[in-house]
């Protein structure tokens, strides 16, 4: 039998417990009927138009996002906005949203443990322990170690690899002219990380992988301590989470005998689509070659 949404809320509440989330998150049920049946879910990053599009060809009734659809409330949900378009297409077809955002990056497992494992590396502990977990395993990031050392660079084409292929690709902060020892230890962030540079400081790890590294917090972090920064595209650090979710949820239903079946949208929706490297090494913006 195929559970009823309220059954799957239940589940993923114990996955992701709401009480995890920020303060500030909007995260939950966003649209659908708790009584309606689900048989077949479908996990993405964004609730962005294409995949409302994608989870209604996919035939579910239920989408699960890491990223909220609306963060700061809303008065309207008028189908001329972008927003309140998908809030549409989806009541239309019967497809549920479902946000599982910072309770997700917090929980064991959480965001950051699906990052890590997309990358091959040993998590050890979270970046920023949460001190009402008496295991000590949930928590915002993870520190890791890896199994076999790598130069800094060999670490930023490892990522490259494992990750999933974005135009961004990776973007690496360090000294080339004095090159660090191997890299034995990183601490991993999925999503916007640059808050987090004093714990992976303190942490003293040898590298900080995370996402939307800004100049001034990166220029900053490098000067401190010459900590080496890996800057991934946001939406390839959270996109194993999709994997590692849907397989949670997965286990869940068999547990319970529930004819359920989870898809992950492999579609790229990070924002950056283009990325043209420098072709001259003169540094006068807008010199003539
Ligand atoms: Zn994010």
Known sequence: ??????????????????????????TGLVCGDPHAPVSRVLF???????????????????????????LRGTTTV????????????????DVALFVAHTNADRADPGVSDALAAALGLRVTGPLVPDPTDPAGRRGLGRIC??????????????????????????RLATDPAAPQGPIRTVAVCGGSGDSLFGAARAAGVDAYLT????????????????????????????????????A????????????????????????????????TTDTTPGAPN
Not at 12 to 21: E, I, N, R, S
Not at 48 to 70: C, D, M, S, W
Not at 248 to 277: F, I, K, M, N, Y
Request: with cysteine; glycine share 4%.
């Open 248 to 279: 949670q949820l997965d286990a869940v239903a068999q547990r319970h005998g529930w004819e359920l079946r989870t898809h992950v949208s492999r579609r790229v929706t990070d924002p950056w689509t283009v990325q043209a490297p420098s072709v």
């Open 211 to 246: 996402a939307d590294l800004r100049h001034h917090p990166a220029s900053e972090a490098r000067e401190h301590t010459g900590l080496t920064l890996v800057d991934a595209a946001h939406w390839a650090t959270e996109w194993p989470w999709c994997e590692q979710a849907a």
């Open 1 to 26: 039998m195929p559970p009823v949404l309220s059954d799957v809320i239940a589940a993923l509440d114990a996955l992701w417990p709401p009480a995890l989330a920020e303060d500030w998150d909007a």
């Open 78 to 93: 008028a189908a001329d906005t972008f927003k309140g378009r998908v809030v549409h297409e989806l009541i239309k077809h």
């Open 145 to 170: 170690a890896l199994d076999r050392p790598l130069g800094p660079e060999e670490f930023a084409r490892h990522a490259a690899q494992r990750l999933p292929a974005t135009a961004q690709g990776i």
């Open 44 to 70: 993405a990053v964004d609730p962005v138009r294409e995949i409302a599009e994608e989870a209604i060809e996919t035939g579910a009734q239920l989408l699960i996002t890491h990223h909220p659809l609306y």
